[in-house]
């Protein structure tokens, strides 16, 4: 530079009260936070624009290199900008009009004191280049908080689902995880459950409640959601997941979230057996099917029992015995729907269940006896 930075310094130095008017009148406009920040710390922004002024000078003439601190420090700009909830196109426009504003202000200030145009162009091109290299590091900052941030919460949230999922859960503990993952904790919470292969059913899970948390338990794959007592939230659930094999736990306090996921599980297991075959399946809507077929052991053993008199006859006749004993306990013995149902005459009717009183005697005017077979039949069927 021909004319010393020195003089360049005292010029502009003179036009900072002007520099900032003309700033803070284009910040209010844009972001008008930023235009306030301005007013009410203007000895600090005037030391800064004295310090950059310095550092742009120094860079202009020696050619000096881009300062670790100063990285970190626009850096920081972007994290405490995540952190604020403020948008990081704001931040971006706060350079963009301050740079615009400040190369203003130098360019006439070194036109006053006789730069050479050529200087005026490096200088142009240092204040430019210097204000694009920490704009990056201000988005950069931005962006990796919002990433750890987001990390952050996912593990938090992660955290909050084994929380309620312990048994006993604690309701003071799963508050406290709560407010850690920043979830607002619901009266009531159900468990959605999709196949781990099944494609639509991962992508039904994408399209939950912003609130859902996901549930990450191999071979589970579902999420949490909130229990929406208002009307139509059942249904607009079903909308969501219709046509991918979803099960709905039964809605429960947030600390008895375990037992909900229990008897989705089995819901889930009855779906893939075709024993429940809605779409999607709620299990609110199946608890007596859930009873019975909690245990197959136990239904098998029951089967065995109470079927018992029927083994004495050949397996054909058996099979129709059975098949006649069912309808009977579905149809409370009304013969004529019997009849309709399984497609034979009523006096086959008449004479199958002759020959069942025949095996079981009194038995089938037992009313205990009676249950017993409409689990081990009826449900089991």
Same mark, same amino acid.
């Given at each position: 530079?021909?004319?010393?930075?020195?003089?360049?310094?005292?010029?502009?130095?003179?036009?900072?009260?002007?520099?900032?008017?003309?700033?803070?009148?284009?910040?209010?406009?844009?972001?008008?936070?930023?235009?306030?920040?301005?007013?009410?710390?203007?000895?600090?922004?005037?030391?800064?624009?004295?310090?950059?002024?310095?550092?742009?000078?120094?860079?202009?003439?020696?050619?000096?290199?881009?300062?670790?601190?100063?990285?970190?420090?626009?850096?920081?700009?972007?994290?405490?900008?995540?952190?604020?909830?403020?948008?990081?196109?704001?931040?971006?426009?706060?350079?963009?009009?301050?740079?615009?504003?400040?190369?203003?202000?130098?360019?006439?200030?070194?036109?006053?004191?006789?730069?050479?145009?050529?200087?005026?162009?490096?200088?142009?091109?240092?204040?430019?280049?210097?204000?694009?290299?920490?704009?990056?590091?201000?988005?950069?900052?931005?962006?990796?908080?919002?990433?750890?941030?987001?990390?952050?919460?996912?593990?938090?949230?992660?955290?909050?689902?084994?929380?309620?999922?312990?048994?006993?859960?604690?309701?003071?503990?799963?508050?406290?995880?709560?407010?850690?993952?920043?979830?607002?904790? =619901?009266?009531? !919470?159900?468990? %959605?459950?999709?196949?781990?292969?099944? @494609?639509? #059913? *991962?992508? &039904? /899970?994408?399209? +939950?409640?912003?609130?859902?948390?996901?549930?990450?338990? =191999?071979?589970? !794959?579902?999420? %949490?959601?909130?229990?929406?007592?208002? @009307?139509? #939230? *059942?249904? &607009? /659930?079903?909308? +969501?997941?219709?046509?991918?094999?979803?099960?709905?736990?039964?809605?429960?306090?947030?600390?008895?979230?375990?037992?909900?996921?229990?008897?989705?599980?089995?819901? &889930?297991?009855?779906?893939?057996?075709?024993?429940?075959?809605?779409?999607?399946?709620?299990?609110?809507?199946?608890?007596?099917?859930?009873?019975?077929?909690?245990?197959?052991?136990?239904?098998?053993?029951?089967?065995?029992?109470?079927?018992?008199?029927?083994?004495?006859?050949?397996?054909?006749?058996?099979?129709?015995?059975?098949?006649?004993?069912?309808?009977?306990?579905?149809?409370?013995?009304?013969?004529?729907?019997?009849?309709?149902?399984?497609?034979?005459?009523?006096?086959?009717?008449?004479?199958?269940?002759?020959?069942?009183?025949?095996?079981?005697?009194?038995?089938?005017?037992?009313?205990?006896?009676?249950?017993?077979?409409?689990?081990?039949?009826?449900?089991?069927?």
């Amino acid at each position: 530079m021909i004319v010393s930075s020195a003089a360049l310094t005292t010029a502009i130095e003179r036009r900072v009260p002007e520099l900032l008017a003309e700033a803070r009148e284009a910040l209010a406009c844009r972001v008008p936070d930023y235009a306030r920040f301005l007013v009410e710390h203007e000895q600090e922004v005037t030391a800064g624009v004295l310090a950059v002024l310095g550092r742009v000078l120094s860079r202009a003439q020696d050619g000096e290199a881009e300062r670790a601190e100063e990285r970190e420090f626009f850096e920081e700009l972007g994290r405490s900008q995540w952190r604020e909830g403020r948008d990081l196109p704001d931040l971006l426009a706060v350079y963009q009009i301050g740079v615009r504003v400040f190369w203003h202000h130098v360019s006439a200030a070194a036109l006053e004191v006789g730069l050479t145009p050529d200087a005026v162009a490096a200088l142009a091109e240092t204040v430019f280049f210097f204000v694009d290299r920490l704009s990056s590091a201000s988005a950069h900052g931005y962006v990796l908080e919002q990433e750890e941030a987001g990390a952050l919460r996912e593990r938090h949230r992660e955290e909050l689902v084994d929380v309620m999922l312990a048994e006993p859960a604690d309701p003071a503990a799963v508050r406290a995880a709560a407010r850690r993952a920043d979830w607002p904790v =619901p009266e009531k !919470v159900a468990v %959605v459950l999709v196949e781990p292969e099944d @494609a639509t #059913g *991962r992508r &039904a /899970l994408s399209r +939950l409640d912003p609130d859902a948390l996901p549930i990450r338990r =191999p071979p589970l !794959v579902g999420a %949490v959601v909130p229990a929406r007592s208002r @009307a139509g #939230g *059942r249904a &607009a /659930l079903a909308g +969501l997941l219709r046509g991918a094999h979803a099960t709905v736990g039964a809605p429960v306090p947030p600390e008895r979230l375990a037992q909900s996921l229990q008897l989705a599980e089995i819901a &889930a297991r009855l779906t893939k057996e075709h024993l429940l075959c809605d779409d999607p399946v709620f299990v609110a809507d199946h608890l007596d099917a859930i009873i019975v077929h909690r245990d197959r052991r136990l239904l098998d053993a029951l089967g065995e029992q109470v079927l018992a008199p029927l083994e004495a006859c050949p397996p054909s006749s058996r099979d129709r015995l059975r098949e006649t004993l069912r309808s009977w306990l579905w149809h409370m013995g009304d013969r004529r729907a019997m009849a309709e149902e399984l497609h034979v005459h009523p006096q086959t009717i008449r004479y199958r269940l002759g020959r069942l009183h025949d095996l079981y005697g009194d038995a089938l005017h037992d009313p205990e006896v009676r249950a017993r077979l409409t689990l081990a039949l009826v449900w089991r069927d």
